[in-house]
């Protein structure tokens, strides 16, 4: 069974940073792309970043460009994002999917982030 | 970039049938993908590549996609289909997921 877990989730204040983690199991993980999809309180999904098996590409959602970094360890099967310069707009519930190049298949449950001093 | 544009509700009775659009430029030539959200839930993938189903979604869930509209299809409709749907492509231009803003589905 597909299993994707996030966590690192919590409470930061503006400029802050954060890490969130994504546990994947019950698939061969290094086998596929991986995307981090948000979604603010009360609004609409949003495609955060998404990144290649080997991790030699990286895509970006343009409001996060140069304050998110997107990885990958195939070796512990875990997907990461990296958040820094936290703003009260990227306060959401982040989702991590695996990502068929191009829609996807399964989701996490999500871990939710909130920027507020 | 590109955009979808999906209307903020739809409603319909028990029984009957709920159809879900999804415009975009030329989204015909595009595959679209939809989600069903439930409250607190994360989303479920209901149809891929345009009209496809996963295994577990019912019959009952059809997609189709032309020219300036794709269309999720929903016959019979069930209390348990209320949900938020969303319909998503892939930009292969900038290489980026768009997502449509989604529609509430309500169940009268």
């Known amino acids: 069974e597909v299993q994707l877990v996030e966590s690192g989730g919590g409470l930061v204040q503006p400029g802050g940073s954060l890490r969130l983690s994504c546990a994947a199991s019950g698939f061969t993980f290094s086998s596929y792309w991986m995307s981090w999809v948000r979604q603010a309180p009360g609004k609409g999904l949003e495609w955060v970043a998404n990144?290649?098996?080997?991790?030699?590409?990286?895509y970006y959602v343009d409001s996060v460009k140069g304050r998110f970094t997107i990885s990958r360890d195939n070796a512990k099967n875990s997907l990461y994002l990296q958040m820094n310069s936290l703003r009260a707009e990227d306060t959401a519930v982040y989702y991590c999917?695996?990502?068929?190049?191009?829609?996807?298949?399964?989701w996490g449950q999500g871990t939710l982030v909130t920027v507020s001093s | 970039s590109y955009v979808l544009t999906q209307p903020p509700s739809v409603s319909v009775a028990p029984g009957k049938t709920a159809r879900i659009t999804c415009g975009g430029n030329?989204?015909?030539?595009?595959?679209v993908h939809w989600y069903q959200q439930k409250p607190g839930q994360a989303p479920v993938l209901v149809i891929y590549y345009d009209s496809d189903r996963p295994s577990g979604i019912p019959e009952r869930f059809s997609g189709s996609n032309s020219g300036n509209t794709a269309t999720l299809t929903i016959s019979r409709v069930e209390a348990g289909d209320e949900a938020d749907y969303y319909c998503q492509v892939w930009d292969s231009s900038s290489d980026h997921m768009v997502f449509g803003g989604g529609t509430k589905l309500t169940v009268l």
């Open positions: 999917a695996r990502d068929r190049r191009g829609w996807y298949d399964y």
């Open positions: 030329n989204i015909g030539s595009k595959s």
């Open positions: 990144i290649k098996q080997d991790g030699s590409e990286k």
